[in-house]
């Protein structure tokens, strides 16, 4: 076997001697150049992990260039500071903590001012999807604060970033990388290259991700453009599409206080879908505090408040709104707001 190694070697060796001599230089460096192309050029041509498989899939779906495509996602950059921002959200906070970041004031009475603005858009929007506007109203105000904070993120480096870089959730981030390369230009609120947003890769005063605009995204001003960042009513319609695509009811009740006996049953809620309803839950031992239809299916969450648990019965539309984010400390945050602006908006009614 030794002597059949030296034998191929030196075979390979001397046709390459051979060769040589009857190339130009030119022609030498030509052949070099052509030979490292095939060899290492590949091997460089992705600057991340995944680009060509993406590209390709991207492209294949789409019909779009994989020139362009690789073309966006060669400018986009891993940010470390997109990966440290996901290991620390608010929601890992007690409610406790929580509340005071949204339940402000100046948030408040931001929401109160920005209904009375748009009353007429905001209850028109709320009448064609039966949406109670205040709650279109807070979700604009707990993800933006009313469209003056939409994120300073370039979108394509925090889908790249966490979609190709963070294991944990790389599923998710990378399906939502792939639509955002998939959606059409009239469903973006400028080129892609373009558009800022939250770490995670949310855009526009709502805080869509890009299959939250490819699904439920309206183009309600009628200009042939689903414009999250500078069109109101496509970005109040396209909330309000979204509630009532998962379920909202309309007039229906998102969440009442729930009173414990002391020797109330342990409940274990995995999430804020409705799965008992509100007499099987008073039979558990938690008593509700307003007069309620006890037949109402319902869910039940403890916060940690400021005094201790608070209990809390909620129900279908506080679940629907769980899906726009799913943490109950969000969801609660929202109705909270939602019902501090429309108390201060019947009290500027009123005062007039």
């Known amino acids: 076997m030794l002597g059949f190694r030296r034998s191929r070697h030196y075979c390979q060796r001397s046709l390459f001697m051979t060769v040589i001599p009857a190339l130009r230089p030119v022609r030498f460096l030509a052949v070099l150049s052509l030979f490292w192309m095939g060899t290492v050029a590949p091997a460089l041509a992705a600057t991340h992990p995944g680009q060509d498989e993406l590209v390709r899939e991207v492209a294949?779906?789409?019909?779009?260039?994989?020139?362009?495509?690789?073309?966006?996602?060669?400018?986009?950059?891993?940010?470390?500071?997109?990966?440290?921002?996901?290991?620390?959200?608010?929601?890992?906070?007690?409610?406790?903590?929580?509340?005071?970041?949204?339940?402000?004031?100046?948030?408040?009475?931001?929401?109160?001012?920005?209904?009375?603005?748009?009353?007429?858009?905001?209850?028109?929007?709320?009448?064609?999807?039966?949406?109670?506007?205040?709650?279109?109203?807070?979700?604009?105000?707990?993800?933006?604060?009313?469209?003056?904070?939409?994120?300073?993120?370039?979108?394509?480096?925090?889908?790249?970033?966490?979609?190709?870089?963070?294991?944990?959730?790389?599923?998710?981030?990378?399906?939502?990388?792939?639509?955002?390369?998939?959606?059409?230009?009239?469903?973006?609120?400028?080129?892609?290259?373009?558009?800022?947003?939250?770490?995670?890769?949310?855009?526009?005063?709502g805080q869509f991700m890009p299959s939250s605009i490819r699904d439920y995204g309206v183009d309600a001003d009628g200009d042939g453009h689903i414009d999250m960042r500078n069109s109101l009513p496509d970005i109040l319609a396209s909330v309000a599409n979204y509630f009532t695509k998962h379920g909202w009811i309309n007039g229906g009740p998102v969440a009442a206080r729930a009173q414990p006996d002391g020797a109330q049953k342990p409940l274990t809620v995995k999430d804020a879908k409705p799965q008992w309803s509100l007499e099987q839950l008073e039979a558990w031992g938690y008593a509700p505090l307003q007069a309620l239809n006890p037949g109402q299916p319902s869910s039940l969450q403890t916060l940690e408040g400021v005094n201790g648990p608070e209990y809390w019965f909620t129900f279908q539309n506080f679940y629907v709104i769980t899906t726009y984010n799913r943490s109950p400390l969000y969801a609660m945050a929202v109705n909270q707001l939602a019902q501090a602006i429309i108390a201060g908006v019947h009290q500027a009614d009123q005062a007039r």
């Open 60 to 205: 294949r779906d789409t019909g779009k260039s994989p020139q362009a495509l690789n073309a966006l996602l060669d400018g986009a950059k891993r940010q470390q500071s997109i990966l440290d921002a996901i290991s620390r959200p608010a929601e890992g906070k007690p409610w406790k903590d929580y509340r005071p970041i949204f339940l402000t004031d100046q948030r408040i009475d931001g929401g109160i001012a920005f209904y009375r603005a748009h009353r007429a858009l905001l209850e028109q929007i709320g009448r064609q999807y039966g949406v109670a506007p205040e709650y279109l109203v807070a979700i604009v105000g707990v993800e933006t604060s009313y469209g003056g904070n939409t994120g300073k993120y370039m979108v394509l480096d925090a889908l790249v970033t966490l979609g190709l870089y963070y294991p944990p959730r790389a599923t998710f981030f990378r399906s939502e990388l792939k639509t955002l390369l998939e959606l059409p230009d009239n469903h973006l609120a400028g080129p892609l290259d373009t558009l800022t947003g939250s770490y995670a890769g949310a855009q526009g005063w």
